[in-house]
């Protein structure tokens, strides 16, 4: 049965969410069924002050998520139908975007179309060698929106244009070499490159960690000169709290 599941771990003794997207004889496609599951999870990880980072894959390793779910599409008969559909979506990468923690995205197999906006909508990405990236959208008439449109911030304009305007899948290392994804490992040693890139967040501060996500958000709406000047008062701010000082004199 199709599924989002949620299940926890400790990481250098922090609690760690990890999130399976679960469609697995789809591709893991997103219909919207998954996407309202997928939603409702990080809604509930979002009321859960206790977890300090999400790691979010998918069932088998075909495929991450190979998209959304084209015979849904194909029944969109009327514009209505096709907002609501695509609006549903972006929500559900919104919840999370808007997570106060980071979001890992263990990528393996096919990360297409929306699966490819839901990994830029994490923030950070690890992909085995054998994952696939493309948005084949323009393939099927359709142009490539919502969180496409963060494309161009993670892998510059003329590549995502590449992508976008083209359908073309590139292999992992390509993805890698544009940017979009931090690390590509072989499957064996997933798990590790994660659990490295969040041990290193769970010893990092809770706040510091919250604030800093807020920001990388604030930074991709602003110039540098905005972002450099809006963030005195953050690091201002940030002593509100104990959390500076008390870190601060443990070096």
């Not at 591709?27 to 979010?56: P, Q, W, Y």
């Not at 950070?124 to 990236?133: I, P, Y």
Request: hydrophobic content about 45%; overall charge positive; aromatic content about 6%.
């Amino acid at each position: 049965m199709a599924s989002v599941e949620i299940n926890y771990r400790k990481i250098h003794g922090e609690k760690v969410a990890a999130v399976t997207i679960n469609r697995l004889e789809k591709m893991n496609a997103l219909n919207s069924g998954m996407v309202h599951k997928l939603k409702s999870a990080f809604e509930l990880l979002s009321n859960d002050c206790t977890i300090r980072a999400v790691i979010l894959g998918s069932a088998g390793d075909k495929a991450w998520v190979g998209g959304a779910d084209i015979k849904e599409m194909a029944r969109l008969c009327s514009r209505s139908k096709a907002r609501d559909f695509i609006q549903k979506l972006h929500k559900a990468m919104l919840s999370i975007r808007n997570l106060q923690v980071p979001v890992i995205a263990k990528v393996e197999g096919f990360c297409l179309g929306a699966g490819m906006e839901l990994a830029a909508a994490c923030d950070l990405r690890v992909a085995s060698q054998t994952a696939r990236f493309g948005m084949p959208e323009v393939q099927v008439g359709l142009p490539s929106v919502i969180e496409a449109s963060l494309l161009p911030g993670l892998m510059g304009r003329g590549r995502a244009a590449r992508l976008v305007l083209t359908g073309e899948i590139i292999n992992a290392k390509k993805a890698y070499e544009w940017g979009f994804v931090e690390e590509v490992v072989s499957k064996d040693k997933m798990v590790m490159a994660i659990d490295k890139i969040a041990s290193n967040i769970c010893q990092a501060g809770y706040y510091a960690i919250a604030t800093q996500k807020a920001l990388l958000r604030q930074w991709e709406q602003v110039s540098p000169d905005t972002a450099a000047q809006d963030s005195i008062e953050t690091f201002a701010s940030a002593f509100d709290r104990d959390e500076p000082v008390t870190r601060l004199t443990q070096f």
